[in-house]
Every structure is written in C-alpha cells, then in structure tokens.
C-alpha cells in the first residue's frame, strides 16, 4: 500500500493555515466531513481523543493524527501542508508542517496499520519530504503525493 491507495486530488491541501493544532484538526475535520458527508464534531472528537493517548506527531515536521470513525465504509486519507509550521506536541519537539490525516472505519480490522505503516515510511524518506516542501502550488503536491510511488 503506498499514499496513492489512500489518496485524491480533492484530499491535498495547499498551504492550509492553523496557528496551533486544536485549530488544524478542527480544519482538518471540517474539510473531511465535507467530502464524507459525515458530522465534523464526531471526527473532530475521534482525533481529539486519539491525540489524548499521546501525540501523533511523529519527527521531522511530520504529523499522522488518525482516528476510528462510525459512519466510514473505508479507509480515507487528506494530506495538508500547512503555510507555517505548528506547534504539535511531536516526539521530537519539532513544529509540523506535514500532515496526513487518516479516518479509519470504526469496524475495521487490522487493515489500517498497513496504512499507518505505509504512511509513516513514505513521509519518514528525507528526499520525499523535501520535494513536499518546495512544491510550488496543490496540482505539484498532488504530483508527489496521488502517484504510485515504488521503493
């Protein structure tokens, strides 16, 4: 599985603003529960509560908040780079400015950590984030991002 299976061009966010991260996941929620016809407060408190179980901020301005969803029929993901970098509470201490946001349906099974796996890998590739980083505009990001990569 790699970032193409789970992704659309719909789902990349340019340059997307947040001054800290409450505000980037109730954005991130929003835009999701748009595309998925789903309820934003629920998606909402699903990251939230994961985020309470530590935080998904992984290193290196990357940050992978995921949560169980009622109401999903399958995995989802929506990838954002922010303008600038947040505060994210990260393993590293480090601000975000890469996001990818995966919503899990609530009766799946284990297929979502292969993805979390997938995600994680591709978006700890040094070479990978840098090319995120100086990508000029969304149809540059979606390039990167919607194309089957293998490594």
């Known amino acids: 599985m ?3 299976d789970l992704i ?8 997307a603003r947040a001054s800290n991260k409450q505000q980037l996941l ?6 999701a529960a748009t595309l998925l016809s ?19 901020g992984l290193g290196n301005g990357f940050a992978l908040p995921h949560a169980r969803i009622d109401g999903l029929s399958r995995l989802f993901g929506m990838f954002t780079r922010l303008n600038r970098p947040i ?6 201490g480090k601000p975000v400015d890469l996001v990818f ?3 899990i349906p609530a009766i799946a099974g284990s297929e979502h950590l292969g993805a979390l796996a997938a995600i994680s890998r591709q978006l700890r ?18 390039k990167l991002l919607c194309a089957p990569r293998h490594a």
């Open 2 to 4: 790699d970032l193409a």
């Open 8 to 15: 659309e061009p719909d789902r990349v966010v340019f340059a």
């Open 26 to 31: 109730q954005d991130l929620a929003s835009r």
């Open 38 to 56: 789903l309820d934003a407060r629920g998606i909402f408190d699903a990251l939230q509560a994961r985020e309470g179980l530590g935080s998904t």
């Open 87 to 92: 505060h994210f509470d990260s393993i590293d």
């Open 101 to 103: 946001l995966l919503l």
């Open 125 to 142: 590739d040094q070479q990978f984030t840098t090319e995120l980083r100086k990508a000029s505009n969304a149809t540059a990001l979606c």
